[in-house]
């Protein structure tokens, strides 16, 4: 990470972490075969209903962190991701989160994701 990411400690702010669960998703999503703009053009919106954190051990300036992200449960209408945050040197645990997305259509209203991208989804393992 860089220097704009850190406190006065040099420890990463706690909000910067749910930007990297953003990025870490949307990657998880692009290598499912749909980006997020793809799902957008077809009129779905994915959004952050609940959102869990447990920080273990701060992450610190110049430290390399790497961020495990899987489907933990995928429905008619709702994906659950979660994340492993890890020091990508020593592999010690820096936090886990937890992230439910409804899915909405382009009037923001309760909608189905497409069969495809439910398929997509289906749960796994670690990533």
Not at 61 to 78: F, M, N, P, T
Request: net charge positive.
């Amino acid at each position: 990470m860089n220097y704009s990411e850190t406190d006065q400690m040099g420890v990463v702010y706690h909000a910067r972490h749910v930007v990297w669960l953003d990025i870490a998703r949307t990657e998880h999503l692009r290598q499912s075969g749909f980006s997020y703009r793809q799902l957008e053009e077809q009129g779905i919106r994915l959004v952050v209903t609940e959102l869990h954190v447990r920080y273990r051990q701060a992450a610190r300036y110049d430290d390399l962190v790497r961020i495990r992200c899987r489907v933990k449960e995928a429905a008619s209408r709702r994906v659950v991701f979660s994340y492993l945050l890890e020091d990508a040197g020593t592999g010690a645990a820096l936090g886990e989160a937890e992230t439910t997305l409804l899915c909405l259509d382009g009037q923001h209203r309760l909608s189905r994701l497409p069969a495809a991208v439910l398929a997509a989804l289906r749960p796994v393992g670690v990533a």
